[in-house]
């Protein structure tokens, strides 16, 4: 009888090395291999994008397009020549959270392709399958992409001044600035119709160009082109949300007697003189003065008049409603602002996307050729 020249132990350990379908059929399920190619895809695209998005930020910024007259060509210049390095702020946010937030997106997209391909009878993927797969994966990424985009673009907005703090100061700072975990979700309404907008074309149109023969990162290029043109609108408005200042806009020079939201009143002394009381403004909250009852009617209306405009108008500026914000923007900068970034986020998602969803294309055949997953279809 002969003896065993491996141990057993070691001789399945060396079995399950040489044939990964082993290894993959009984351990590792298909949706941990889906989100695990597309966090590797996603990283290496963040990182080919992440200058063109510090542009993109610097210029929808409300500080930044007065600053650049939103060109995104002389601020990028301008920031080569003085801060170089400052191209790559919040790379390191980027890398760590597009990981996850990549991971979900192609992941969910992957699973519920899958699933709508089995329940079709495993032959042909329906346009609207595509569609509803791509708009559920760019939902589910927001829990994700919206923090990341809060913590992102307020680093790389911030103040020259504020350059100097030490990377965990920064995140500090942030962290006091946003208010704790519900401001990471501030804006969070327009990310939702970013990024749904955004997956809702990419991934169906990814498809159709892949089926058609065109070259992976080609296809990829050309989907994220198009798809980033579509969300741009959505993308500017939650920058200016993210951007935003919130303060309040200044009162004619009358109304200052109502800086408050106390309603004015009137009483009159005992020479004649009335006195009108606004809880803010000139003398303490009032202003005295001898009217006649005619131009005291018309100063109460024109109070009355300006407390409610001005209340209209905080509204809207603290609103992080996007419809209301998208309405002040063209209301007072024109409609194309909207577009503001669309260059910078095109001319960024050939590198971005055409890296990512190529990459992910590879490892996904890779990895459907090892036995890794059993069945693969196009991004």
Not at 9 to 38: E, K, N, R, T, W
Not at 296 to 312: A, R
Not at 329 to 341: A, D, H, N, R, Y
Request: proline share 5%; hydrophobic share 40%.
């Amino acid at each position: 009888m002969k003896s065993r020249l491996l141990p057993s132990s070691l001789l399945s350990l060396l079995q399950l090395v040489l044939y990964p379908s082993l290894l993959c059929a009984f351990i590792i399920p298909d949706p941990i291999v889906h989100f695990g190619i597309g966090a590797i895809a996603g990283g290496c695209g963040a990182i080919a994008y992440q200058p063109f998005d510090y542009v993109k930020a610097q210029i929808q910024s409300e500080e930044g397009a007065k600053r650049y007259q939103n060109n995104g060509l002389a601020c990028f210049w301008e920031t080569l020549q003085q801060h170089p390095r400052a191209l790559l702020t919040g790379l390191p946010v980027s890398v760590t959270g597009v990981a996850p937030e990549k991971s979900v997106k192609l992941g969910v997209n992957d699973i519920l392709k899958d699933s709508f391909l089995l329940a079709n009878g495993g032959t042909v993927l329906p346009l609207w399958s595509q569609i509803v797969s791509g708009a559920v994966a760019g939902a589910c990424q927001v829990v994700v992409s919206s923090p990341l985009d809060v913590i992102k673009v307020r680093l790389q907005t911030r103040k020259d001044g504020e350059a100097e703090e030490s990377g965990l100061d920064k995140f500090r700072l942030v962290w006091q600035e946003v208010n704790g975990v519900a401001g990471l979700y501030r804006g969070v309404e327009a990310c939702l119709i970013r990024d749904i907008s955004f997956t809702a074309v990419c991934f169906p149109l990814y498809s159709a160009l892949f089926d058609s023969g065109i070259d992976p990162f080609l296809a990829g290029a050309m989907s994220g082109v198009v798809s980033t043109f579509i969300a741009t609108p959505a993308d500017m408005v939650k920058t200016r949300i993210l951007t935003r200042q919130q303060q309040t806009q200044p009162l004619p020079a009358f109304s200052a007697v109502a800086a408050t939201s106390t309603t004015p009143s009137i009483r009159a002394q005992s020479d004649g003189t009335l006195v009108m009381s606004g809880g803010g403004g000139f003398n303490n909250g009032t202003m005295v003065g001898i009217y006649e009852p005619q131009e005291v009617d018309v100063m109460m209306g024109d109070l009355s008049q300006d407390l409610k405009t001005t209340t209209t108008d905080n509204d809207i500026d603290s609103s992080n409603n996007p419809f209301l914000v998208a309405k002040r923007i063209v209301e007072q900068e024109g409609s194309k602002v909207l577009f503001t970034g669309v260059s910078e986020r095109c001319v960024g998602a050939i590198p971005r996307f055409g890296i990512t969803l190529g990459a992910h294309e590879w490892l996904e055949h890779y990895a459907s050729s090892v036995g890794l997953l059993s069945t693969h279809l196009p991004s």
